[in-house]
């Protein structure tokens, strides 16, 4: 049994890797904190009415080391770094659901996210969190850079490609559409109903924070300097990400083989399905799942390949990956906990 703890239970992502936890054998919760909420996690959480007596307090590394194994880190950006530290030094083993650890450079993080790394002796200890590619890396991590839910979409969609096709690969541009709870519950004039409902809209254009993750997990991957160009957009729906990829790739001539390149990297995956060749990911089949769908689409006049890809952005894209990552840490079955 794992003693587990979560700190930043209020949030979307916290919440949701509570939710999946109470279905998870061998994971006890130990512990939970959020530092601008108290109380009964069954009142932070309604649907969770009777099922537990946790109670949540602001953070205390102290209670936090003493009564856990593993710990989520379930909060914002530049808070991470500021606890990491502690609980990585008292042998806690932490999977961070923020950017704090996902670049390996801090220059890179002061550059993105607007202030300096507090803690750039971890980088180098932090293991990138993608289980599809990183499995072997995650078993033995005591930290893991969950990543980014655009970076997610992206990434399972480019992976088989990056990786069979590295020298025919002369562009690429991320298209991407996201649920409103992938900007967490922070209140916000632009994320309020009357903004969102009935409207569609572009943001941060060729400047999101994700693009710097995409591109130095792409470049490790394909073994030389990939770069992407990535646009997101704000649907207005609650969750979900639909990402389309436009890649300009010599030697691709043929749908068939391409799937067939996808459906063999993919086929030992728990969580990601090729659909059929006349197939498209949509939004309604990942929605509260742990899935990544994946369509394709070759234009040989154009040298052009499509891929299409679809998660949910608080499972897949966040909580469930996360939760993905500790079974792989842990040597428990990748699918226990989950409902499929």
Not at 75 to 84: D, E, G, K, L, R
Not at 210 to 217: F, G, N, R, S, Y
Not at 271 to 289: G, I, M
């Amino acid at each position: 049994m794992t003693r587990v703890g979560i700190v930043g239970v209020s949030g979307y992502s916290g919440g949701e890797i509570l939710k999946i936890l109470f279905n998870h054998p061998e994971v006890r919760v130990t512990y939970v904190s959020a530092n601008n909420t108290k109380g009964a996690v069954e009142t932070l959480w309604p649907s969770l009415k009777g099922q537990t007596s946790l109670t949540c307090d602001t953070y205390d590394p102290v209670k936090a080391s003493d009564q856990c194994d593993l710990i989520f880190l379930a909060v914002p950006h530049t808070v991470a770094m500021q606890i990491a530290p502690t609980l990585l030094k008292n042998k806690k083993r932490l999977i961070d659901l923020s950017a704090d650890y996902r670049l390996s450079s801090a220059d890179d993080y002061q550059s993105w996210y607007g202030q300096p790394h507090l803690d750039p002796e971890h980088l180098s200890v932090a293991v990138y969190g993608l289980c599809e590619f990183y499995r072997e890396k995650i078993r033995s991590a005591d930290l893991i850079a969950n990543p980014g839910c655009y970076s997610t979409g992206a990434l399972l969609g480019l992976l088989p490609l990056a990786s069979t096709h590295t020298d025919n690969i002369q562009s690429i541009i991320i298209d991407a559409k996201s649920g409103v709870s992938g900007a967490g519950k922070k209140l916000a004039a632009e994320l309020m109903f009357a903004q969102v409902n009935e409207n569609f809209k572009a943001y941060k254009v060729l400047k999101h924070q994700h693009t710097p993750e995409i591109d130095q997990v792409l470049s490790q991957i394909a073994g030389r300097e990939l770069a992407v160009s990535f646009v997101p957009h704000l649907l207005p729906v609650t969750r979900g990400i639909l990402t389309t990829i436009y890649v300009r790739c010599q030697g691709i001539s043929d749908l068939n083989h391409l799937h067939e390149v996808y459906t063999r990297f993919y086929k030992k995956e728990p969580f990601v399905r090729v659909l059929p060749s006349d197939n498209q990911p949509e939004l309604k089949n990942v929605n509260h799942s742990n899935f990544c769908d994946i369509g394709l689409a070759v234009s040989e006049k154009q040298n052009l390949v499509v891929i299409t890809t679809a998660i949910d952005n608080l499972m897949k894209g966040a909580a469930g990956q996360a939760v993905q990552n500790m079974n792989i840490m842990c040597h428990y079955p990748e699918k226990t906990g989950f409902v499929l």
